[in-house]
């Protein structure tokens, strides 16, 4: 009996050798590696949200390295578009062009403000920012092909994107923080301290300006809309020459925001 039931135990150490159906494991392992490839390609769809304003053939190696690449980011508002070329569009200086009448400064946002629904250009280093209207309904893709190809045009034409006369009436950058200080001193930060915010100048380059914001401001989520409603209007009423301002902010990083959403009714 005893030599018996160690058959018995030898053959039933083999046989559950079916647990080797765990080989399956592999396979249910295998199973959810597969889509990973999909996963992958669609990932930079939906975070990286610049897409080539041509195909991808027109923009092969072969058409060799000075062919203009340019590429646009839809902000959330969907109201902006921010296109980036692949080369400085105006080096140290930056231009804001509010309206269609005052596109004479620049001669690149001209043939911008000639697409129908365009509202506004800030063109800064890299970037070249178009706003247009609420009334435009639909996708930014044909616009963004026909503002691309305006754009492309313009550059490889190598015609000038600023006029001399706005390069000529631009303040120094000391003029502009002196303006800008007293900005920020007498009206922006007595009329946000009622929300324990303040904010600071970082520093003035050429006509662009940097600014970060402190207290309840950071980390707010209304601090956007102080930023566009509030901080850009008073700015460039004092110096109205300014270009791009920039906020310096890390609001992730506010221990105690102000807000942490955005009040009722706003």
């Not at 159906?21 to 392992?29: C, G």
């Not at 902010?249 to 105690?256: K, P, V």
Request: hydrophobic share 40%; charged share 25%; aromatic share 4%.
């Amino acid at each position: 009996m005893p030599s018996w039931f160690s058959k018995v135990f030898k053959g039933g150490a083999a046989a559950p050798k079916p647990i080797e159906k765990k080989a399956p494991a592999p396979v249910a392992r295998a199973r959810p590696t597969a889509p990973k490839p999909p996963e992958e390609n669609e990932k930079p769809k939906r975070t990286v949200v610049h897409a080539p304003i041509l195909p991808d053939e027109s923009l092969s190696a072969s058409e060799g390295g000075d062919k203009i690449r340019i590429k646009a980011r839809i902000e959330p508002d969907q109201q902006s578009c921010v296109i980036l070329v692949d080369r400085p569009v105006l080096d140290g200086f930056s231009v804001w062009i509010p309206t269609a009448e005052s596109k004479a400064d620049s001669p690149l946002a001209e043939k911008l403000f000639e697409v129908d629904g365009v509202t506004s250009v800030l063109v800064h280093n890299f970037t070249i920012t178009v706003n247009r209207s609420p009334l435009v309904k639909g996708d930014w893709e044909s616009m963004i092909k026909d503002l691309g190809g305006r754009i492309r045009e313009h550059l490889e034409s190598e015609a000038t994107v600023v006029s001399d006369s706005f390069l000529a009436d631009l303040p120094n950058s000391e003029i502009i923080e002196a303006k800008l200080d007293t900005v920020i001193k007498t009206e922006i930060n007595p009329g946000i301290a009622a929300h324990s915010g303040a904010i600071s100048l970082s520093r003035v380059e050429g006509n662009t300006v940097y600014i970060e914001m402190m207290g309840g401001c950071q980390g707010c989520a209304a601090s956007d809309i102080t930023l566009r409603q509030g901080i850009h209007q008073a700015f460039r009423e004092a110096v109205p020459q300014i270009g791009a301002i920039l906020d310096t902010t890390d609001h992730t990083a506010g221990t105690n925001p102000y807000f942490t959403e955005l009040p009722v009714g706003m």
